[in-house]
């Protein structure tokens, strides 16, 4: 077997391997953001998450949570913003995220208000633009 052939074997299996951990674990090299609902809370809470124009829906049981996960690359106009509800009463919410890496927390209370208390990230959220609540 020539030396070409056994360093192009070589090569082939190392990037299979890589290929393989980036695929399995890639995941927890990219930003992203959890919720945490409370346990006290009587009811669900309906997310819509609006990741710089791709949306999507989520709900969070009583004592459940949910990640959402944000794009690496970024440029200036780069935006997150969470919405969040109670579907039989309660308010609408609506919260703009600086995603940091690897992670940036929230808490909701049994109100679904956002809960500094537990360890919110509070210097990664903000008001949205639009948004008539307090935080």
């Known amino acids: 077997m020539s030396a070409s052939k056994r360093r192009w ?8 391997i890589v290929a393989v951990i980036s695929l399995r674990y890639g995941w927890y090299v990219l930003p992203h953001a959890g919720i945490y609902y409370s346990e006290d ?12 124009g791709r949306i999507s829906e989520s709900r ?3 004592g459940g949570f949910t990640n959402e996960v944000f794009d690496i ?6 935006y997150v913003a969470l919405k969040w509800w109670q579907p039989k ?3 609408y919410n609506c919260t703009r995220i600086t995603p940091n890496w690897p992670r940036t927390v929230i ?3 049994e109100n679904a208000d956002i809960d500094y ?8 959220i903000s ?9």
Not at 9 to 16: A, E, G, K, V, Y
Not at 43 to 49: P, S, T
Not at 73 to 78: G, I, M
């Open 89 to 91: 009463g309660g308010r």
């Open 60 to 62: 969070i049981q009583p």
């Open 127 to 135: 008001k949205c633009p639009n948004d008539w609540a307090d935080m």
């Open 107 to 109: 808490y909701l209370d």
């Open 41 to 52: 809370a009587s009811q669900e809470v309906r997310l819509i998450w609006n990741d710089n």
């Open 73 to 78: 690359y970024r440029d200036a106009d780069y």
């Open 9 to 16: 074997r070589m090569r082939w299996w190392m990037w299979l």
């Open 117 to 124: 208390s537990k360890g919110t990230d509070a210097e990664l």
